[in-house]
């Protein structure tokens, strides 16, 4: 890969350059203060935040309230902590973001390399899944569940972010393959390989970029996601993201602040670290074929 | 019967129909070139050929089997691509052995068949390498070596040669050419290049608006054009085609043509069979190496006119120096030994080649001479 090139299209000088600086360290660090704010609160004993002072570092340093929030903490009716309900999200998204990606890889071939009559038409449909709100699949996706056996099960909650996510995938899949160029096809089908020895010798070992592109959107959006988790889950197969949302309901008398933070930075932890590993390829991958070469 | 048979080959999209019943045999060990501008259907039947694109009516047979609906993996061809479609993520000798692993040949026997290849095309120290490594010529090998492993019947060149610079594409010519002519393989090349289908080919298809123009040996193609669209587009510079008048003098048919003053100069023609053309008006197709100085005319032709005109324009090209004027109310170009001595503006007596000269039917664009 090429370094960017830094052009400056505007030539500014130095004291416009000090105020567009500070200004934007103004801005960065007002965006990191929430950041801050979670972390600082959720190294302190509880009596330090009730005693007021949010944005005092701590005084007493302590790792108690991550250890209650993740095996200990009362969430509904167990003190069991977040820790069962990590594994019930990494068991939903794991899959979910697996089958979604390959679904879509495969729309993606199908709609670029193997065109049919009315495919433009097929894929304006499901770009249609991109736009349709949560709330409307609620009722029709329980009965859904119901009829196939799989409500209130992880399995349950890992289809229909499948489901959900294809319309997604099918898209950056299609865009990308789109100027994949279709004499490579042409060549491997003229070597013997067919439609899936395409797709796994030719096509998928090309598309990393794309695939990181998936990888991260379908892994925040699904873990991220309450609505689903909340609907569709029983108490056993609760995601991350309920069961944070229990966890600061269901207090037994005083509310633990210093637990409520440390668990929601426990919730935000795999998306941040996703970001954090994958996201120079993010970026990549949404600027790919854009510039030829 | 032929080696590779395209038998009233017709192609249609919905209504729209792009190729018309093409019908062209070629033989065993034949380099078959079809030629023509972009959008004339010479790409579409190349991918006919090759079973990438269905053929609507008639019949494409090779070695005498119908390969309609055969798929293109079955047809024992190879094809390089424009952009040579080298499978990125592989490494040059898994791109050459690709086929041969997907059609079950053994990796010892793989192996071996690629050494062989990389060793004919002086590719072995590239085995290793990935496609984004290479240079365009390397590249181009390397598609050609993917081609070759397989030992098809019938080897297809889409416009293989049309991304790289001037000069590798030059040096890569004369490789096929050799590569041909060593192997002996049946060969269908499509290019929009004139001089490369002159070049290589042992026969020539020239194609336009879906229709195959003319067929025939390259001589023969540029000698003898079968319309005004060959003549003009095989051949470079262009060869000039005038209107011109038919007149028969001493029973001789001549060619009236006006120079740039409005006089007539008057070209006899070598055959006789114009007489019937008395006072009518044709296109007379003059190359522009026909038209010379008096001392650079052919020696052994036997049928040198002599014409009065002004020169417009000169322009030295280092081996030769064309030199344009006004002839019929057309801008002709002539194409002259660098040691002419022409200048602009200068009334000048050109030698033509009648012996080469060429007539055309002004209302089918058709040739009627010779």
């Known amino acids: 890969m090429s370094q960017a090139t830094q052009d400056t299209a505007i030539r500014t000088g130095r004291v416009t350059r000090t105020l567009i600086y500070l200004v934007l360290l103004l801005f960065g660090l007002f965006y990191l203060l929430p950041l801050y704010v979670m972390l600082v609160n959720s190294v302190k004993p509880l009596e330090e935040i009730t005693g007021g002072g949010m944005m005092n570092l701590p005084q007493v340093f302590t790792i108690e309230p991550w250890l209650k929030a993740w095996s200990s903490a009362q969430i509904?009716?167990?003190?069991?902590?977040?820790?069962?309900?990590?594994?019930?999200?990494?068991?939903?998204?794991?899959?979910?973001?697996?089958?979604?990606?390959?679904?879509?890889?495969?729309?993606?071939?199908?709609?670029?390399?193997?065109?049919?009559?009315?495919d433009t038409i097929l894929f304006g449909l499901m770009?249609?899944?991109?736009?349709?709100?949560?709330?409307?699949?609620?009722?029709?996706?329980?009965?859904?569940l119901g009829i196939i056996g799989l409500a209130g099960t992880t399995w349950g909650l890992a289809l229909v972010h499948v489901v959900y996510g294809i319309g997604f995938t099918t898209l950056y899949f299609r865009n990308y393959y789109a100027v994949f160029p279709t004499e490579l096809i042409r060549a491997a089908q003229i070597d013997g390989a067919g439609f899936f020895q395409i797709f796994w010798r030719i096509l998928l070992p090309s598309s990393g970029p794309i695939a990181v592109v998936s990888i991260i959107w379908q892994f925040t959006n699904i873990w991220n996601d309450f609505l689903f988790g909340a609907s569709f889950a029983d108490a056993n197969s609760q995601p991350m993201t309920v069961a944070l949302n229990n966890l600061v309901q269901s207090s037994t008398g005083v509310k633990e602040y210093n637990v409520h933070f440390a668990g929601a930075i426990l919730a935000a932890m795999p998306t941040l670290l996703v970001y954090i590993v994958a996201g120079r390829y993010f970026v990549r991958g949404l600027m790919a074929g854009s510039v030829k070469g | 019967m032929g080696f590779l048979d395209i038998d009233n080959a017709t192609k249609s999209y919905g209504a729209v129909e792009v190729l018309h019943k093409v019908d062209i045999s070629v033989q065993e060990g034949e380099f078959l070139v079809l030629v023509g501008p972009s959008g004339c259907g010479k790409s579409t039947l190349l991918n006919m050929i090759a079973g990438l694109e269905e053929i609507t009516s008639g019949e494409i047979r090779i070695k005498d089997q119908v390969m309609n609906g055969v798929h293109p993996s079955n047809r024992n061809i190879a094809m390089v691509f424009q952009s040579y479609a080298l499978y990125p993520n592989m490494t040059v000798g898994q791109n050459i052995t690709f086929g041969l692993e997907m059609h079950g040949v053994p990796k010892p026997e793989r192996e071996k068949a690629m050494q062989e290849v990389a060793k004919l095309l002086q590719i072995e120290q590239l085995l290793d390498r990935k496609?984004?490594?290479?240079?365009?010529?390397?590249?181009?090998?390397?598609?050609?070596?993917?081609?070759?492993?397989?030992?098809?019947?019938?080897?297809?060149?889409?416009?293989?040669?049309?991304?790289?610079?001037?000069?590798?594409?030059v040096d890569m010519r004369?490789?096929?050419?050799?590569?041909?002519?060593?192997?002996?393989?049946?060969?269908?090349?499509?290019?929009?290049?004139?001089?490369?289908?002159?070049?290589?080919?042992?026969?020539?298809?020239?194609?336009?608006?879906?229709?195959?123009?003319?067929?025939?040996?390259?001589?023969?193609i540029y000698d003898t054009p079968a319309n005004i669209f060959v003549a003009t587009f095989m051949g470079s510079p262009a060869m000039n085609v005038v209107p011109a008048k038919v007149t028969v003098l001493n029973g001789r048919p001549h060619a009236e043509v006006a120079v740039h003053d409005g006089s007539m100069a008057q070209l006899p023609f070598s055959q006789d069979n114009l007489a019937a053309w008395d006072g009518r008006e044709i296109l007379l197709g003059i190359r522009p190496e026909t038209i010379t100085d008096l001392d650079g005319a052919d020696r052994k032709s036997s049928n040198i006119a002599q014409m009065a005109n002004r020169i417009v324009v000169t322009e030295p090209a280092g081996s030769d120096t064309f030199v344009s004027m006004q002839l019929g109310g057309r801008d002709v170009i002539a194409r002259m030994r660098s040691d002419a001595e022409v200048a602009p503006g200068q009334d000048f007596n050109f030698a033509v080649n009648m012996e080469k000269a060429v007539a055309f039917d002004p209302e089918s664009e058709m040739r009627i001479l010779p």
């Not at chain 1, 770009?127 to 859904?144: G, H, K, N, S, T």
């Not at chain 2, 181009?140 to 049309?162: K, Y």
Request: hydrophobic fraction near 45%; charge should be positive; glycine fraction near 8%.
């Open chain 1, 127 to 144: 770009l249609f899944a991109c736009f349709i709100p949560f709330q409307i699949v609620l009722i029709p996706m329980a009965r859904m």
């Open chain 2, 174 to 220: 004369t490789e096929i050419k050799k590569l041909h002519q060593n192997l002996g393989t049946t060969i269908v090349y499509v290019t929009h290049d004139q001089i490369e289908a002159m070049t290589l080919s042992s026969r020539i298809a020239v194609m336009n608006g879906g229709y195959v123009q003319q067929l025939g040996a390259p001589q023969e």
């Open chain 2, 131 to 169: 496609p984004g490594q290479l240079s365009g010529g390397q590249r181009q090998r390397v598609a050609m070596g993917r081609a070759l492993v397989r030992n098809p019947d019938v080897f297809l060149f889409d416009e293989p040669l049309s991304n790289l610079d001037a000069k590798l594409r």
């Open chain 1, 76 to 118: 509904g009716v167990d003190p069991t902590g977040l820790k069962p309900y990590f594994w019930n999200s990494i068991k939903m998204v794991v899959p979910a973001v697996i089958v979604s990606t390959i679904l879509g890889a495969l729309n993606g071939y199908v709609l670029t390399k193997w065109r049919f009559k009315y």
